[in-house]
C-alpha cells in the first residue's frame, strides 16, 4: 500500500500521470548525459550551481526535453541532377512544452548513422525549412517554407546539431502545439560521382539510419529569477 | 536507507537525519535515468534552550525557546531545514520524451532550531 502511495505523489510530483514504460524509451544523447553527471559532480562537491542557465548550451533554461521525430519520408532516390537524395518531413510534438515559461532553445539533432556509412561519403548539404500551410498536407505534397538552415557538412558522422532560432520566436510567440519541419538532404554531384559511383546508394542507407530529434529547454520564471536581478 | 548518525551526537537533540532513496528498489531504475537516488534528508529533534545559543539557530529561536520556559503554553522551538540544495533528473516520459529536469531545494543539507 505505502508503495503505491509513494509512486502516485513521486509521479504527479514529476508531471506524470503514471510509470512509463520501458520498451518506448529513446537513446539518450550524451549531452543530457553530460550535464547530469557534472550537475551529481558539483552537488556531491557542495559547489552550489545556477540550475537555471545550462551551461553546457549556452542559455538560461531549467527543464530540457528530447522530442522523438515523428514524421514520414516523403522520397529517397539515387541522387538526382540537382543532388536531391532524400526529403522527410519532420513532426514534433510540442504539446509536452505544457509548463508555464519560454523557449530558449530549439536544437534540431540528425543521426547519419555510424561512420561506416559514409567511408568517402560525398559531401552533403542539409536544408531544413518549416513546412508551409502543414494543415493541407494531409491532400498534397507538403511544400517547404521559411528556410531555418541551410548547411554543407563534409563527410558527416555521428549527429550533427542546428539551432532553430527561427522555431523558439514561433513558440514564445504562438505557444505552437505541434512543429513540422522539412528536412531536405542533397548530395553535392561533382564529389559524388567521382567517387562514389561504386557505392550503393548512399540516399538509401542514409534512410535507414538517419534519426532525429529536437532538444528544447524551457525557462520557467516561477522556478528561475530573471538573471538580472540575480546580479544585482 | 537511512545512514547512520555518529554516536558522539545526542541523538534526540536537532540534527539532519540521512535517508537515502535507491530508485532501484521502487523500480523506477527502469525510467528514472539519473541519478540512481536521492537523500531525502528529514530534520527532527528537540530544541531546548540550552541548544538556541548556538548550533546555527535563529534569533527567533531562542526568544521562543524563552518564552516557552516562562509560559509552558508556548511550544517549543522547532528543528527546520536552515541549508537547501536543488537536484537534477534525466529521466523518460510516456511520450517518449527524454526530459532533464531540476527541482529546488530538494535536499536538506543542514538543519536548526
Same mark, same amino acid.
Given at each position: 500500500?505505502?508503495?503505491?502511495?509513494?509512486?502516485?505523489?513521486?509521479?504527479?510530483?514529476?508531471?506524470?500521470?503514471?510509470?512509463?514504460?520501458?520498451? *518506448?524509451?529513446?537513446?539518450?544523447?550524451?549531452? +543530457?548525459?553530460?550535464?547530469?553527471? &557534472?550537475?551529481?559532480?558539483?552537488? &556531491? =562537491?557542495?559547489?552550489? @550551481?545556477?540550475?537555471?542557465? #545550462?551551461?553546457?548550451?549556452?542559455? =538560461?533554461?531549467? +527543464?530540457? *526535453?528530447?522530442?522523438?521525430?515523428?514524421?514520414?519520408?516523403?522520397?529517397?532516390?539515387?541522387?538526382?541532377?540537382?543532388?536531391?537524395?532524400?526529403?522527410?518531413?519532420?513532426?514534433?510534438?510540442?504539446?509536452?512544452?505544457?509548463?508555464?515559461?519560454?523557449?530558449?532553445?530549439?536544437?534540431?539533432?540528425?543521426?547519419?548513422?555510424?561512420?561506416?556509412?559514409?567511408? +568517402?561519403?560525398?559531401?552533403?548539404?542539409?536544408?531544413?525549412? #518549416?513546412?508551409?500551410?502543414?494543415? %493541407?498536407?494531409?491532400?498534397?505534397?507538403?511544400?517547404?517554407? *521559411? +528556410?531555418?538552415?541551410?548547411?554543407?557538412? =563534409?563527410?558527416?558522422?555521428?549527429?550533427?546539431?542546428?539551432?532553430?532560432?527561427?522555431?523558439?520566436?514561433?513558440?514564445?510567440?504562438?505557444?505552437?502545439?505541434?512543429?513540422?519541419?522539412?528536412?531536405?538532404?542533397?548530395?553535392?554531384?561533382?564529389?559524388?560521382? =567521382? %567517387?562514389?559511383? @561504386?557505392?550503393?546508394?548512399?540516399?538509401?542507407?542514409?534512410?535507414?539510419?538517419?534519426? &532525429?530529434?529536437?532538444?528544447?529547454?524551457?525557462?520557467?520564471?516561477?522556478?528561475?529569477?530573471?538573471?538580472?536581478?540575480?546580479?544585482? | !536507507? !537511512?545512514?547512520?548518525?555518529?554516536?558522539?551526537?545526542?541523538? $534526540?537533540?536537532?540534527?539532519?537525519?540521512?535517508? /537515502?532513496?535507491? /530508485?532501484?528498489?521502487?523500480?523506477?531504475?527502469?525510467?528514472?535515468?539519473?541519478?540512481?537516488?536521492?537523500?531525502? $534528508?528529514?530534520?527532527?529533534?528537540?530544541?531546548? /534552550?540550552?541548544?538556541?545559543?548556538?548550533?546555527?539557530?535563529?534569533?527567533?529561536? /531562542?526568544?521562543?525557546?524563552?518564552?516557552?520556559? !516562562?509560559?509552558?503554553?508556548?511550544?517549543? !522551538?522547532?528543528?527546520?531545514?536552515?541549508?537547501?540544495?536543488?537536484?537534477?533528473?534525466?529521466?523518460?516520459?510516456?511520450?517518449? $520524451?527524454?526530459?532533464?529536469?531540476?527541482?529546488?531545494?530538494?535536499?536538506?543539507?543542514?538543519?536548526?532550531?
Amino acid at each position: 500500500q505505502t508503495s503505491e502511495f509513494q509512486d502516485y505523489d513521486f509521479l504527479q510530483f514529476l508531471g506524470l500521470k503514471k510509470a512509463p514504460s520501458p520498451h *518506448r524509451f529513446q537513446p539518450v544523447p550524451r549531452i +543530457l548525459r553530460k550535464i547530469i553527471r &557534472a550537475r551529481e559532480t558539483a552537488a &556531491a =562537491r557542495g559547489a552550489s @550551481q545556477d540550475l537555471c542557465y #545550462v551551461k553546457e548550451l549556452g542559455v =538560461r533554461g531549467n +527543464l530540457l *526535453r528530447l522530442l522523438p521525430d515523428q514524421g514520414f519520408f516523403l522520397n529517397t532516390q539515387k541522387p538526382s541532377q540537382d543532388g536531391s537524395c532524400l526529403q522527410k518531413v519532420l513532426s514534433f510534438n510540442l504539446s509536452a512544452v505544457k509548463e508555464k515559461g519560454k523557449l530558449t532553445m530549439a536544437q534540431l539533432i540528425l543521426h547519419l548513422g555510424p561512420r561506416s556509412y559514409y567511408y +568517402l561519403q560525398p559531401e552533403l548539404v542539409v536544408a531544413v525549412s #518549416v513546412v508551409q500551410d502543414s494543415g %493541407v498536407w494531409g491532400r498534397s505534397h507538403p511544400k517547404p517554407g *521559411r +528556410l531555418l538552415v541551410q548547411k554543407s557538412v =563534409r563527410g558527416p558522422q555521428g549527429s550533427l546539431q542546428f539551432n532553430l532560432q527561427g522555431v523558439v520566436k514561433d513558440w514564445n510567440r504562438h505557444q505552437l502545439k505541434n512543429l513540422d519541419l522539412y528536412l531536405e538532404i542533397l548530395v553535392k554531384e561533382d564529389r559524388y560521382s =567521382r %567517387v562514389n559511383a @561504386q557505392l550503393d546508394n548512399p540516399c538509401n542507407q542514409l534512410m535507414h539510419s538517419l534519426h &532525429a530529434s529536437l532538444l528544447v529547454v524551457t525557462l520557467n520564471l516561477k522556478h528561475c529569477h530573471p538573471s538580472s536581478r540575480k546580479k544585482r | !536507507a !537511512a545512514v547512520p548518525i555518529p554516536t558522539g551526537l545526542c541523538r $534526540n537533540l536537532c540534527h539532519r537525519h540521512q535517508l /537515502f532513496v535507491n /530508485f532501484q528498489d521502487l523500480g523506477w531504475h527502469k525510467w528514472v535515468i539519473a541519478p540512481k537516488g536521492f537523500m531525502a $534528508n528529514y530534520c527532527h529533534g528537540d530544541c531546548p /534552550f540550552t541548544m538556541t545559543t548556538y548550533l546555527n539557530s535563529s534569533n527567533y529561536a /531562542f526568544m521562543q525557546a524563552l518564552m516557552h520556559m !516562562a509560559d509552558p503554553k508556548v511550544p517549543k !522551538a522547532v528543528c527546520i531545514p536552515t541549508k537547501l540544495s536543488p537536484i537534477s533528473m534525466l529521466y523518460q516520459d510516456n511520450d517518449k $520524451n527524454v526530459i532533464l529536469r531540476h527541482y529546488e531545494d530538494m535536499v536538506v543539507d543542514e538543519c536548526g532550531c
